[in-house]
């Protein structure tokens, strides 16, 4: 597949790709929003560097962790480092609104239109911007909940007040023994709702917003469409890259906008029906919504 994508090198200017992503945003029946890790990184959720040191300091200096994705895959000793470790990475990552405005603008540029957000991200930036819940589908899972590490059943359990309780509890790098999480069913322990592997549980909730988004694909994905793709970058482009792609291929009044700084590409023949912004996503968000107030 990726032979098929080339990297957008459009002589277009940026003014003139603004003026026409403008456009569509105005004019589309509907807005398909595909949101990857890039998204949260321009509104300020770093995984690396300054913020990185700012919670994980000492789990740097004691195992040399060096950004907040690795150290989730550290072998901890002990189930209280591990969810000492956990429990501020989900504190700051899901419970901690995002410090850049980045997704509520993407809100304010939405809002009125019949939109739906598939994403990938797990922090729940969108719902803490106001998006409506109805209209999102996480695909890969959530920080704020737990399953079984079996798993012995397909449920996942809200984490919010213990987490909070780990982060106010936890001392030299661990959480009390009694904090430790376990599965109500069979009593292992507990682990991140996060698709890593084929233990990832997809509950009631994740199947409801899979037929919600195909719902959304059924009334509006032939129609005037704008697929508005943010930050997605090449780890995972068979959920919303390629298809994104696929959908504008076969519609020709759809059209495909990727925002992505550094990873702004489209499909070989679609040049026409794309619009390709190698640029930070807050920034481009924040002239649109300016440009928009004006009219």
């Not at 597949?1 to 940026?14: A, C, E, H, N, Q």
């Not at 106010?168 to 292992?188: F, N, T, W, Y």
């Not at 991140?192 to 199947?207: E, I």
């Not at 090449?234 to 550094?262: E, H, Q």
Request: glycine share 8%; net charge negative; proline share 4%.
């Amino acid at each position: 597949m990726f032979s098929r994508i080339w990297t957008s090198k459009s002589t277009v200017d940026y003014s003139q790709k603004i003026e026409r992503l403008k456009a569509e945003l105005q004019s589309a029946d509907a807005i398909l929003i595909g949101a990857g890790a890039g998204l949260s990184t321009s509104a300020g959720l770093t995984y690396s560097g300054e913020r990185f040191l700012q919670y994980f300091s000492d789990f740097h200096e004691k195992y040399g962790i060096t950004d907040m994705y690795s150290g989730g895959f550290y072998p901890f000793s002990s189930l209280e480092e591990y969810w000492a470790w956990w429990s501020r990475h989900i504190m700051v990552n899901r419970y901690e609104k995002a410090p850049e405005p980045v997704y509520d603008e993407l809100l304010e540029l939405v809002r009125d239109k019949e939109y739906f957000v598939l994403t990938t991200n797990v922090d729940h930036q969108f719902q803490m911007a106001g998006f409506d819940k109805a209209r999102l589908f996480y695909t890969q899972g959530d920080y704020g909940l737990w399953q079984c590490s079996e798993p012995c059943h397909q449920a996942t359990y809200d984490n919010e007040a213990v987490v909070r309780r780990m982060i106010a509890e936890q001392a030299d790098m661990r959480v009390p023994s009694e904090l430790i999480p376990h599965c109500p069913k069979c009593g292992r322990p507990m682990t991140m709702n996060l698709r890593c592997d084929d233990s990832f549980v997809q509950d009631a909730g994740w199947y409801a917003a899979a037929r919600r988004y195909e719902d959304f694909l059924h009334r509006y994905g032939n129609g005037r469409i704008l697929f508005l793709e943010l930050g997605v970058g090449g780890n995972t482009p068979g959920i919303i890259k390629v298809p994104f792609l696929r959908m504008t291929a076969r519609n020709p009044r759809a059209t495909y906008a990727c925002i992505n700084l550094g990873e702004a590409v489209t499909m070989r023949g679609l040049e026409a029906q794309s619009i390709v912004l190698d640029a930070d996503i807050g920034i481009v968000l924040s002239e649109l919504g300016s440009t928009v107030t004006q009219q």
